[in-house]
Each structure stands twice: as structure tokens, then as C-alpha cells.
């Protein structure tokens, strides 16, 4: 197949291993005076966004970062638990920057761009050495060189951590930075500010209209460049991992401004977060994929066993990831993971309540904790009880916050019975399609960390978000963003009183009169629980072409429902959260309708997305490269139609095979 002519990737000619060096040695340069008067808007301050409006402002742009937290420290970067990945080879292990490459490529199930990637494993180590500057309090041994720990699809400790908060104490290093450039008064933060949509003049992407979320006030915010660092689309579903304020309205603007959205049915499924609990439930919890380290997962091998997990004795469990895949076991991919959860579940071997969960067990890990810890002290015949409680002491150490948030959401004790766990939605590798330079294909549009398509394929592998979000925001876009900004510095200050702005202002403030005057009988809350259902039942953990098609006719029939009965309460001017919701509620039902369509469309399973036709005999993902090979970018042309366009997938430097963790 041809790659699209509307899709210019702008790779760089050259070696895979020399592509960047090369393009950073040739790239147009903005000089320091012309920097001060080049404007860039940054929307969302998670890790991805604040490291991008920190670095940018520290090579001298005039910065505007918008969240709409009341500070960029409640992003939901925050909430990543586990680690970050980078090619150090601490551990002499084997480690190094191609078998890094190697291993996204292969976790993504072949669905990724090789350039990207290798730049991803590229500047890896460099987030390390920028974080540590920062004072981020990664894990170290006894020695004093920062510890690792292993995450699903690879067989190496490559993983940096900061107990079961690294996220936090990674962003709270990003912030630092952010605001100490704040404080300088090069960046100027919008706190309390929703972008809700994108103003191109002449072609180019040249600001935002913002609006905020205090005030209700709409207000024009020009620029030379947007970066949109807002997160991925998980909250689709309506229950996930992701934080309740996380959406795809700013994304969304932008595509139905011209900006493709590629891959929107690549979902990732996380394989160890608290089961639901009932259907009062609106947020799910994650249990850092770390666990998987040293729990072990496990299932009754007697169908609709009620006894509890420390009830049953060894001979009696099925631990059916060890089984299945030996090589990997309980550290495959979060995709296989999830899906052999499913299929356990479903074939009567659930636990819980529900029977929709399996367990999650440190009983060994304690007892090899525990011996290592009288072996040390020289301590022969310990009673196990001793043993086991100096076990408990050394894995309190090391995930201890995530077993108190387990006991304190489950009311059960993680260190005297097993872990209930089961899949939820998680991350979404789908988004705005970008080039090399994370420009999407609105010029001057940019879009960083997971609200772009371009690193993770078909699946993440964990501890990966970090390392993209950062990569993108430290490393990558300033130094791509000066290849545009260089043309722009003739072009001087853009006057929001233009009459694109103009007009785009009109058609928001349009919008919303129109939400506000439905005063129908049905919350925006019903509706987004609804469309979550549609969503997870028909294009979730496994999708079928019925499904899939009972699922479109069912959006479009709740889209219409929605303009016809939601009622926001409430008034425009003031601070409205049910408006805020009924905003996001209205992009989240035509997004949900274009994941159905491009799962439909993919008549293959890879990765995250498992299409039930498309498996092989051992019921893994089936891929069909000869048709498949490539990235689904969409244009939005009107509702309910969408063009397709495919961005061919080359593969030069690594051997095609099907994906094996066996």
C-alpha cells in the first residue's frame, strides 16, 4: 500500500541510529532575540505539558500554560504509580538502546513507527539524568546507583522508580520548573482555563479560545505555535483509571479543525486494578502494573470457588500466566494479561463476588523476602512466622502505599489475603496524528505525550507514559518546534481581534447557549454512564462486527437523544461543572462513534484491539500484515462522516513476527 499524500511523516533520511543527531545538527534555528518575540501556547501541564512550557521558556519563548486544575500539580500524571522506562543497563542485564526500541515495537505489536520510537529509546537515559538534576527521589540500592525494577514484555530491569508515586514525584519535578519560570514571568499561567477550540487563519493554527472555568468568560489567546499536552480519551468508557476530569475535548476540537486522529480504536486494558464494585461506581483504581514483580496471579482450578484466597491451598491454584507463558510469565504484556483475566473469568474461574476477578498474590514473595532477610543476619531456623513477617516488612517497603490504598478502598488486608484484581481501561495509544516534529496536520498545531498516536502501537508497554511524556517535553519538541518557528519570525504579534477569532468565539459561545437552553430531563452523568456501557460491552476488552455495528447505530441514536434532553444546570457566566461536563459528555459520544468505526475497519486484532474473528486456534491476537500495516489516520469531513487515511508502516531495521511471550 502508498502512505496517503495528504500524510508527510518528515522522517529524516539517513540510519535509523544516526536520524536524530543528524536532524538535531540540521534543524532551522530561532536565534535568542527573535525567541522573545515568538508566542507558544501550551495546553495541559501534566508531565508533558509542563516539561514543554518549562524548557521552551528557559530557551527564551514567550509561554502561555493552560490547565483547567487549580494547579498543574492535580494533572493526572500524577497518578502513575509504577516506574519509567530507560536504556541504562544498570543492571547488566542486557539492556541497551535497541533492545529498548526493540521491545516497544514488539509490546506495540508491530503497529508503530520505527523513527519515533528509536528516538523515544534514544533520549531515554537523558530523562534520568534530567530528573535526578531536579531532585526526583528515585529508588536506589544499596550502593547508591538508582535501582530498577521489570515491567510487562521485557525481560530486563530497565524500569527507574519512586516507590508507587513516581508520576508525583516526577511532575512535581516538572513543575519546579515550570514555575520557576513562571516566577521569572516568561510563562504565564492560566489556571482554571478549558481550550475549547482552535483558531487557524489562513491555514495555520494560531491560538486558542479558552474559557474560564471561574468566571464562565470566554477569552482569545493567539499564538505562533499550540502544543496540546492534554491526555489521553480513556474516560470514554466512563470507567477507568484515568482521573474524572481527564477528556478529549481539546483533542477533539482540534481534529474537527483539520487534525487527523489516528488509531482512535487502539485502547489499552490494564490487567491489575481494583474489580467494580457495583454500579454507584464512577472511577476505577489502579494497582501499579510493579505488583506483578513479585504477586503472582492466580485462579481456583475448581469452577465458582468461594472459599478466600488464603483458603486455598497450593495444590489447588491455577496460576495460568506461568502456565500459559513460561518465558514471561506473570510479566507479559498488559494486553495478554488482560485478556487471559477475561478468559479465565469467563470460563467460570472467577473470584469474588462478582466472579469477575482474579488474584493477586505476595504470599511467596514474602517467605523469598524473609529467608533473604535471615539469611543476611545470619539467622538459621527462624520460625516462618518470623519469616514472614520480616517478608511483609521488605514488600511494605517497596509497595507499601499501594497496599494501604488497596485495604483502604477493599476493606481487605493485602499482606493476610490475596489481591482481587481484574482489567480496566487505562491508556489510550490512539490520538492526533503527528510527523517527527509532533506536528499534526493543522501547521503550527503541535500535540505531545498521549494525546498523540506516534510511540506505542497497538499497546503500551508500562512505564512507557512517563518516559513518552517527558521525551516529548524536554527533548524532542524544543528542538522540532524551531524547524516551523523559524518562518514565523517575520510574522510579528497576532491580534486576537482578527476575525477567525472572531468567529470561532461566536460558534463556542454558540454551542453553549445552545447546552444550557435544552433543559431536557436527563444529567450529562446518565448519559456519559450510557455511552461508557455501549462502549466496554461492544468495543472494549473484545470487539465483534455486530458489535461493533449495534454499537454505532446506538451512539448515534444517544448523540440525537443528547441534544435533545440533556439539561445543564445552572447559568453560562459562573462557575458551572455540569456545563464542564455536559462539554466533554457531547465530544465523548462522537469520539465513541469513530473508535467503533475504526474497529470496524481493522479486520485484524493486535495489541489492544482484539477483534473475536481474528484469533489464533490458542486464542491469541491475530495480525494481518499484508492489509493492516498501518496507521488508520481519520479526517472528520462532517457527522457521522469521517475519511480514511492510511500512513503506510515500514519496518527496515527489526524482523516482522508474530508476537510470542512464550
Not at 469474588?352 to 514473595?365: C, E, I, P, T, Y
Not at 524547524?483 to 468567529?503: K, M, N, P
Not at 470561532?504 to 452523568?525: A, F, H, M, Y
Not at 441534544?563 to 466533554?584: I, Q, S, Y
Request: glycine share 10%.
Amino acid at each position: 500500500m502508498a502512505t496517503s499524500s495528504r500524510l508527510d511523516a518528515r522522517i529524516p533520511q539517513g540510519s535509523l541510529e544516526d536520524k536524530w543527531e543528524k536532524y538535531k545538527s540540521s534543524v532551522s534555528l530561532v536565534n535568542p532575540a527573535n525567541k522573545r518575540n515568538i508566542e507558544v501556547i501550551v495546553v495541559g501541564t501534566g508531565l508533558a505539558g509542563a516539561s514543554a512550557a518549562a524548557t521552551l521558556a528557559e530557551m527564551g519563548y514567550k509561554v502561555k500554560a493552560f490547565c483547567f486544575q487549580d494547579s498543574p500539580r492535580r494533572a493526572h500524571s500524577i497518578a502513575a504509580q509504577g516506574g519509567i522506562n530507560a536504556a541504562k543497563n544498570y543492571q547488566n542485564d542486557g539492556d541497551s538502546v535497541h533492545r529498548l526500541f526493540y521491545d516497544t515495537i514488539k509490546g506495540g505489536d508491530y503497529r508503530s513507527r520505527e523513527a519515533n520510537v528509536h528516538r523515544l529509546a534514544e533520549v531515554s537515559g537523558n530523562i534520568i539524568d534530567q530528573c535526578v538534576a531536579q531532585g526526583v527521589p528515585f529508588a536506589r540500592e544499596y550502593g547508591g546507583l538508582l535501582s530498577n525494577r521489570s515491567f510487562g514484555g521485557v525481560q530486563v530491569q530497565r524500569t527507574f522508580y519512586a516507590a508507587g508515586q513516581t508520576g508525583q514525584q516526577l511532575l512535581l519535578g516538572a513543575y519546579s520548573g515550570l514555575q520557576r519560570q513562571v516566577g521569572m514571568g516568561t510563562i504565564t499561567m492560566y489556571n482554571r482555563h478549558e481550550m475549547l477550540d482552535v483558531v487557524k487563519i489562513d491555514g495555520k493554527c494560531r491560538g486558542i479560545i479558552a474559557r474560564n472555568l471561574i468566571t464562565g468568560e470566554l477569552e482569545r489567546h493567539s499564538a505562533h505555535a499550540v502544543l496540546l499536552c492534554t491526555g489521553g480519551y480513556g474516560n470514554v468508557f466512563y470507567l477507568s483509571t484515568n482521573a474524572m476530569g481527564s477528556n478529549v475535548t481539546a483533542a477533539w476540537k482540534a481534529h474537527k479543525r483539520g487534525a487527523f486522529f489516528a488509531n482512535p480504536c487502539f485502547t489499552q486494558i490494564h490487567p491489575t486494578c481494583i474489580p467494580v464494585s457495583g454500579e454507584h461506581q464512577s472511577k476505577l483504581t489502579l494497582m501499579s502494573e510493579s505488583l506483578r514483580n513479585d504477586g503472582r496471579i492466580w485462579v481456583p482450578k475448581k469452577q465458582n470457588d468461594t472459599r478466600a484466597g488464603n483458603a486455598i491451598p497450593e495444590e489447588e491454584r491455577d496460576y495460568y500466566l506461568e502456565r500459559r507463558y513460561p518465558a514471561f510469565g506473570n510479566l507479559v504484556p498488559r494486553d495478554i494479561a488482560s485478556r487471559a483475566a477475561k478468559e479465565r473469568c469467563d470460563a467460570g474461574y472467577g473470584v469474588g463476588s462478582s466472579k469477575l476477578a482474579v488474584f493477586l498474590d505476595f504470599s511467596a514473595a514474602f517467605h523469598r523476602y524473609g529467608q533473604g532477610e535471615a539469611n543476611k543476619n545470619n539467622i538459621t531456623n527462624a520460625p516462618e512466622s518470623q519469616i514472614l513477617e520480616w517478608g511483609k516488612a521488605v514488600v511494605k517497603e517497596k509497595y507499601g502505599n499501594l497496599f494501604d490504598m488497596y485495604k483502604q478502598i477493599t476493606g481487605e488486608d493485602p499482606y493476610e489475603v490475596p489481591m482481587r484484581i481484574y482489567p480496566a481501561v487505562h491508556y489510550t495509544m490512539g490520538g492526533l496524528w503527528v510527523d517527527y516534529n509532533l506536528m499534526t496536520t493543522v501547521p503550527g498545531l503541535y500535540s505531545l505525550g498521549e494525546a498523540n498516536f506516534s510511540d506505542h502501537g497497538a499497546n503500551r508497554l508500562g512505564a512507557s507514559a512517563l518516559m513518552q511524556g517527558l521525551a516529548d517535553g524536554y527533548f524532542v519538541i524544543p528542538i522540532t518546534v524551531g524547524a516551523y518557528l523559524a518562518g514565523e519570525i517575520r510574522t510579528g504579534h497576532i491580534s486576537t481581534d482578527h476575525e477567525a477569532f472572531v468567529q470561532t468565539e461566536k460558534e463556542v459561545n454558540d454551542r453553549i447557549q445552545k447546552l444550557i437552553t435544552i433543559q431536557g430531563k436527563t444529567s450529562p452523568e446518565l448519559f456519559h454512564r450510557r455511552l461508557g456501557k455501549i462502549m466496554w460491552d461492544k468495543c472494549g476488552m473484545a470487539r465483534n462486527e455486530k458489535g461493533l455495528k449495534e454499537a454505532i447505530l446506538e451512539i448515534r441514536a444517544l448523540r440525537e437523544e443528547f441534544w435533545k434532553d440533556v439539561k445543564v444546570m445552572g447559568t453560562v457566566k459562573d462557575f458551572n461543572p455540569e456545563l464542564d461536563k455536559a462539554n466533554r459528555v457531547a465530544d465523548f459520544i462522537e469520539l465513541g462513534e469513530l473508535m467503533c468505526i475504526d474497529a470496524l475497519t481493522r479486520n485484524e486484532s493486535c495489541g489492544g484491539h482484539f477483534r473475536e474473528e481474528y484469533q489464533t486456534e490458542e486464542g491469541e491476537a491475530l495480525r494481518d500484515d499484508e492489509n493492516f500495516m498501518f496507521v488508520s489516520a481519520w479526517e472528520h469531513i462532517d457527522t457521522e462522516k469521517w475519511d480514511l487515511h492510511k500512513e503506510e508502516l515500514v519496518y527496515d531495521n527489526i524482523k516482522i513476527a508474530q508476537r510470542s511471550y512464550k
